[in-house]
């Protein structure tokens, strides 16, 4: 999945303050601190956190080097006729040669400073792009003219409002925002929504099933994440990479077992999972792994595989054809606790389905190679 990042500003006011706002930020999930110098061996005692500070003389362990503070980027220094003789281009030009990250920083004051602005991003890694009066307008812009750059736009943003406009802007949005803030629920949505602008919707469909079949022993694999998960959502699973059926959690009560919101038991051994833009085998994933939690609208977050347990079970084939013919299959226990996600969104019990039953799938045009999409011819029985 494409990441949107969240950063927190953390450069004014006393430690005590800064501590705070950097707490909250670990906390949430930040991506990134932005610091001052002096503030940068504190900050990683903190927590394990990329850190951001302002370029000095002095060599810095911060992992981003920000140019434009108290410098033309944030109109401390007027801007010169030719931009390429600016201060601020000849310190990043420096700091890329030493191999430094280099973000540089940006106030825009009128259109002189987004163009600046625009200038800045095509030689940093990162542009963090300060509205004043004008937000949308200017981000806008500098979304489309670094379109071929490669170059992340962060955006400076107060609220949650503002962080999810930045985020959605054009489409695509912006790259990541920069908090200024120190309300901790302020910080923590604004991260939520970084998660869902992250997230691409999937195409999800209809499909009748067509077979249901004991197959007889073999190995199964639950996958418990560090997520918690609702009705109609689990993870997309299928014996092949073109087509996937919606395994359900183990999120419903049972009068047998207790529920585990946070389990799929997701399928044979040798099946595919979607982990995000990409495909692992069942039987590969393992604690510290990202897998794509899907819901039955085909709304998809990321979660952290906890541990993988795989035991051998009796398994049940079942098979299904979509309205244009093609037909999935997927292996599972054989186990009333085991379900699929209905035509309507609810969970549906493996030991229950029969032909004619409806149930929520993902068809995928391109085949796969190392789990990557391709497109060639590809054969799947």
Same mark, same amino acid.
């Given at each position: 999945?494409?990441?949107?990042?969240v950063w927190?500003r953390?450069?004014?006011?006393?430690?005590?303050?800064?501590k705070?706002?950097i707490?909250?930020?670990?906390?949430s999930?930040?991506?990134?601190?932005?610091?001052?110098?002096?503030?940068v061996?504190?900050t !990683?005692?903190l927590g394990?956190?990329?850190? &951001? +500070?302002?370029?000095?003389? %002095?060599?810095?362990? /911060?992992?981003?080097?920000? $140019?434009g503070?108290d410098?033309?980027?944030?109109?401390t220094?007027?801007?010169?006729?030719?931009?390429?003789?600016?201060r601020?281009?000849?310190i990043?030009?420096h700091l890329?040669?030493?191999k430094?990250?280099?973000?540089?920083?940006?106030v825009?004051?009128d259109?002189?400073?987004?163009k600046?602005?625009?200038?800045?991003g095509?030689?940093?890694?990162?542009l963090?792009a300060?509205?004043?009066?004008?937000?949308?307008?200017?981000l806008?812009?500098l979304?489309?003219?670094?379109?071929?750059?490669?170059?992340?736009?962060?955006?400076?943003?107060?609220?949650?409002?503002?962080?999810?406009?930045a985020?959605?802007?054009?489409?695509?949005?912006?790259?990541?925002?920069?908090?200024?803030?120190?309300?901790h629920?302020?910080i923590? !949505?604004?991260?939520?929504?970084a998660?869902? &602008? +992250?997230?691409e919707?999937? %195409?999800l469909?209809? /499909?009748?099933?067509?077979? $249901?079949?004991q197959?007889?022993?073999?190995d199964?694999?639950?996958?418990?994440?560090?997520?918690?998960?609702?009705?109609?959502?689990g993870?997309l699973?299928?014996?092949?990479?073109?087509?996937m059926?919606?395994?359900?959690?183990?999120?419903?009560?049972?009068?047998?077992?207790?529920?585990r919101?946070?389990?799929?038991?997701?399928?044979?051994?040798?099946?595919?999972?979607?982990?995000?833009?990409?495909?692992?085998?069942l039987?590969e994933?393992?604690?510290?792994?990202?897998?794509?939690v899907v819901?039955?609208e085909?709304?998809?977050?990321r979660?952290i595989?906890?541990?993988?347990?795989i035991e051998?079970?009796?398994?049940?084939?079942?098979?299904?054809?979509?309205?244009?013919?093609?037909?999935?299959?997927?292996?599972?226990?054989?186990?009333?606790?085991?379900?699929?996600?209905?035509?309507?969104?609810?969970?549906?019990?493996v030991?229950?389905?029969?032909?004619g039953?409806?149930?929520?799938v993902?068809?995928?045009?391109?085949?796969?190679?190392?789990?990557?999409?391709?497109?060639e011819?590809?054969?799947?029985?």
């Open positions: 999945m494409m990441t949107k990042e927190i953390a450069d004014e006011g006393d430690w005590e303050t800064k705070q706002r707490t909250s930020g670990l906390e999930g930040v991506t990134c601190v932005l610091v001052l110098p002096e503030d061996d504190k !990683k005692e394990d956190i990329k850190v &951001a +500070t302002f370029f000095s003389e %002095e060599l810095s362990k /911060a992992d981003i080097i920000v $140019v503070k410098s033309e980027g944030d109109g220094l007027p801007l010169p006729t030719d931009l390429s003789k600016s601020d281009f000849d990043i030009a890329r040669r030493e430094k990250t280099v973000a540089g920083f940006s825009i004051h259109k002189a400073h987004e600046f602005a625009s200038s800045l095509g030689v940093c890694d990162y963090i300060i509205g004043t009066d004008w937000k949308v307008i200017p806008e812009n979304i489309a003219s670094l379109q071929p750059e490669d170059v992340k736009i962060i955006s400076g943003v107060r609220d949650t409002d503002e962080a999810r406009l985020l959605e802007t054009m489409e695509h949005g912006a790259d990541g925002v920069l908090l200024d803030t120190d309300n629920d302020t923590r !949505k604004s991260v939520e929504i998660e869902e &602008a +992250t997230s919707k999937l %195409e469909e209809v /499909a009748k099933v067509t077979k $249901v079949e197959v007889g022993m073999g199964r694999v639950c996958v418990d994440t560090c997520s918690l998960m609702g009705t109609g959502e993870m699973v299928g014996c092949g990479s073109g087509g059926f919606l395994v359900h959690s183990e999120s419903e009560e049972s009068p047998y077992v207790a529920s919101p946070f389990r799929v038991n997701a399928g044979a051994v040798h099946a595919y999972v979607q982990t995000g833009g990409k495909t692992r085998y039987c994933l393992e604690a510290g792994d990202e897998v794509a819901d039955a085909g709304k998809q977050r979660a595989v906890g541990r993988v347990k051998r079970r009796p398994l049940m084939l079942v098979e299904a054809q979509t309205s244009d013919g093609r037909t999935m299959k997927n292996i599972l226990q054989n186990a009333e606790t085991i379900k699929l996600v209905s035509g309507d969104g609810k969970p549906v019990s030991t229950s389905l029969e032909p039953d409806e149930v929520m993902y068809v995928e045009e391109s085949g796969r190679h190392f789990g990557m999409k391709v497109e011819t590809i054969i799947e029985k």
